[in-house]
């Protein structure tokens, strides 16, 4: 049998469509792990980097935690974060939120400080408060750089995400370790296609939001 | 005032300037000279280290700085565009942030893509789908938008081709005429500045005045050799653009519509040259008077005749630049018809150039001795 055949087992056997262990929760838990996870890292990441981009000051700094951020292994700071909090929800999101937080926070803050300083400075010769300098001439210029790093972020913990089910967590990972366990091949190969066929979807609504939420006069071409 | 930087840089040293109301001061120097902080320090994007910037009496420090830059229009080099913003709205920038109304800020906006002359089916486009001419004006009808009574450009027109950059400054002027802005004008142009400026401020490296004078003043008595050097070599010429050419006496004999018969062409032999017209008037080119047989002049074997002036609206310098340009030696001047009202030769327009520079000797020794 090939991956093929394997998947094509996995997705016609009508047991994996409903109850507990059904694609659509399991597909709806993943969601929601990685939509929580990467709300959280946006919520920590995109103020910093819009201030420190605004700013100027700080990149140093970022790079540094950014590195470190990427260096950890997403799977040990799991099993870590498990023997010292012990069971629930938060060795989950630690490592997936760690993990998100280096490309939203870099890209923001580059996005920020390589918009064209001219608008910039006649916004303020204009009067405009520094705040409205952030968000309404800096934000929609930087706009498709920071979505990009938070498109970069989300796939990462739609991957990633699915290591919650090594603790004893749902999600896609379910199929994945549970059928490595019981060695059913089928079972890993259609975990492993419904995690991929998520990540392809997730690409799909950030190009969905830049086209909706881009200024066409930001977007020209790109 | 004097802004000295942290590390001990000095950009502009003990300046003072009166800035004249309802003028166009024209802040001109090599670069380093310190005027783009100058500008900057009249809206307080560069605070200065001592001294005080008084605008109609008060203290620009005594209100709250966004508050003073709303009431000052600023342009800058490149325009400074909201890429993401279409045209009008970009325009309606500052009446947004006093708060006016979405629909009454776009109504000003429109009004302010007429006055500068863009057409108004670029309203809703963006930034990039703009030439960098049109773009400039964008800028200036930005600035203007909420009306403010002082206008700040820095380098507003550098960054754009010469043609673009004249049709731009014909603009400023004519606008000017309109609206009476006090308006401060940062260039490293000298030309720009003579073209613009009501008085032209000359500083030099190190953030020091050099001059402050109008542009006539500047070109026929610069103050020192820093001055003159800047002006460049041809400033008595570049001087003759402040003298008017209407009192030229104009030469109507040496005309000769292309008809002419022969006795006519006899009778005006005594010219060194003849200037041909066409049936309506419009002059065609010069002939030294015996190549002329009646009935058959060729356009074609006829002499240049340069660039003719408006005697009304054209001063001393274009005269000059048309007969220099004829190889007759001699100045074609023209209605705004562009028919052909008389002629002048170099050496009348020398004698007008002489009149001219002792009228304004007189009036310069009647000024030291009030």
Not at chain 2, 38 to 49: A, D, G, K, S
Not at chain 2, 89 to 103: F, M
Not at chain 2, 158 to 177: H, N, T
Request: glycine share 10%.
């Amino acid at each position: 049998m090939n991956v093929l055949d394997f998947a094509r087992a996995f997705f016609s056997d009508s047991a994996h469509w409903h109850g507990y262990d059904g694609i659509p929760t399991r597909f709806a838990e993943h969601i929601r792990y990685s939509l929580e996870a990467l709300l959280i890292a946006a919520v920590i990441a995109l103020p910093v980097g819009l201030l420190t981009g605004h700013t100027g000051r700080g990149g140093n700094a970022l790079a540094l935690i950014a590195t470190a951020g990427r260096a950890l292994p997403s799977f040990g700071l799991l099993v870590l974060m498990f023997t010292w909090i012990g069971f629930g929800m938060l060795p989950v999101m630690i490592p997936l939120v760690v993990l998100a937080v280096p490309p939203i926070l870099v890209t923001t803050y580059e996005a920020v400080r390589s918009v064209d300083p001219s608008p910039v400075d006649a916004a303020r010769g204009m009067g405009m408060p520094e705040a409205r300098v952030l968000l309404q001439v800096e934000v929609p210029v930087a706009l498709p750089l920071i979505l990009g790093g938070l498109r970069t972020a989300a796939i990462q913990i739609v991957s990633t995400a699915t290591i919650a089910a090594y603790i004893s967590f749902g999600g896609l990972g379910r199929y994945i370790i549970d059928g490595l366990y019981q060695k059913n091949y089928e079972k890993v190969v259609g975990g492993a296609t419904l995690v991929a066929g998520l990540a392809l979807a997730t690409l799909a609504v950030f190009w969905a939001v830049s086209r909706l939420t881009v200024s066409p006069g930001v977007r020209r071409g790109g | 005032m004097t802004k000295r930087y942290p590390d001990g840089t000095v950009a502009v040293d003990r300046l003072s300037l009166e800035i004249p109301d309802r003028a166009i001061t024209v802040l001109v120097g090599p670069s380093g000279c310190g005027k783009t902080t100058t500008l900057r320090m009249i809206n307080r994007m560069v605070e200065p280290t001592e001294g005080t910037i008084l605008l109609d009496g008060q203290d620009v420090r005594r209100q709250p700085v966004n508050t003073l830059r709303r009431s000052m229009g600023y342009v800058i080099q490149n325009a400074g565009l909201f890429q993401h913003r279409t045209i009008i709205d970009n325009i309606a920038t500052v009446p947004r942030l006093l708060g006016w109304t979405k629909q009454k800020a776009r109504a000003r906006a429109a009004e302010l893509m007429e006055r500068v002359g863009l057409d108004s089916a670029l309203a809703k486009r963006y930034p990039y789908q703009l030439s960098g001419g049109q773009q400039q004006r964008v800028g200036v009808a930005r600035a203007l938008a909420a009306d403010p009574p002082v206008l700040l450009m820095d380098e507003p027109f550098s960054a754009v081709d010469p043609v673009v950059r004249k049709g731009l400054q014909d603009e400023l002027l004519r606008i000017q005429d309109e609206l009476g802005k006090t308006i401060v004008f940062v260039t490293h142009d000298i030309d720009e500045a003579i073209k613009l400026g009501t008085k032209v401020a000359v500083l030099r490296t190190g953030g020091r005045l050099a001059q402050f004078a109008p542009p006539a003043e500047l070109l026929s008595a610069p103050a020192d050799a820093f001055v003159e050097d800047f002006l460049g070599a041809d400033r008595g010429i570049r001087r003759l653009s402040f003298f008017p050419s209407a009192d030229l006496e104009l030469q109507t004999a040496p005309i000769v519509p292309i008809d002419a018969d022969a006795a006519k062409l006899a009778s005006r032999a005594t010219a060194p040259y003849l200037l041909v017209t066409d049936l309506d008037g419009r002059p065609l080119g010069w002939s030294e008077p015996d190549r002329l047989t009646a009935g058959a002049i060729d356009p074609e074997q006829l002499l240049d005749f340069g660039r003719p002036f408006l005697p009304g609206t054209d001063s001393l310098r274009t005269a000059l630049d048309g007969a220099v340009l004829s190889p007759a030696g001699w100045a074609v001047a023209v209605d705004g018809e562009g028919r052909a009202v008389g002629v002048v030769s170099q050496q009348v327009i020398g004698e007008a150039i002489r009149a001219a520079h002792s009228r304004v000797a007189e009036q310069a020794e009647v000024k030291a001795g009030r």
